[in-house]
Nanobody, 125 residues
């Protein structure tokens, strides 16, 4: 069974940084896109960024461009989300996802088949 395990969340002050990791196991990576989503209390789950496992192409939501960077490390079957200049509105549970998605659908949560349990990120003002 495919497993995605996130780590690296925590409490940070506004302007600070965090790096999230997502380790994948039992996943046939070829053709897969790995994504990061976040969900704040009472809000819809929203796309943050994604990376294509095959060619490393990355995608980012407009709300995080210039602040967040997504990357992958093939040898460790792991993707990362480097978050800089954090804002209180970045607070939420950050979830890792995997799926075979087309480029136009990279931000669509319903197209991702596998999900991790999430890691909490709290940004204080």
């Amino acid at each position: 069974q495919v497993q995605l395990v996130e780590s690296g969340g925590g409490l940070v002050q506004a302007g600070g940084s965090l790096r999230l990791s997502c380790a994948a196991s039992r996943l046939t990576f070829s053709g897969y896109t790995m994504g990061w989503f976040r969900q704040a209390p009472g809000k819809e789950r929203e796309f943050v960024g994604a990376v294509s496992w095959s060619d490393g192409q990355t995608y980012s939501a407009n709300s995080v461009k210039g602040r967040f960077t997504i990357s992958r490390r093939n040898a460790r079957n792991t993707i990362y989300l480097q978050m800089n200049s954090l804002k209180p509105e970045d607070t939420g549970v950050y979830l890792c996802a995997a799926g075979i998605v087309t480029t136009p659908s990279v931000g669509r949560k319903d197209d991702y088949r596998y999900w991790g349990q999430g890691t909490q990120v709290t940004v204080s003002s």
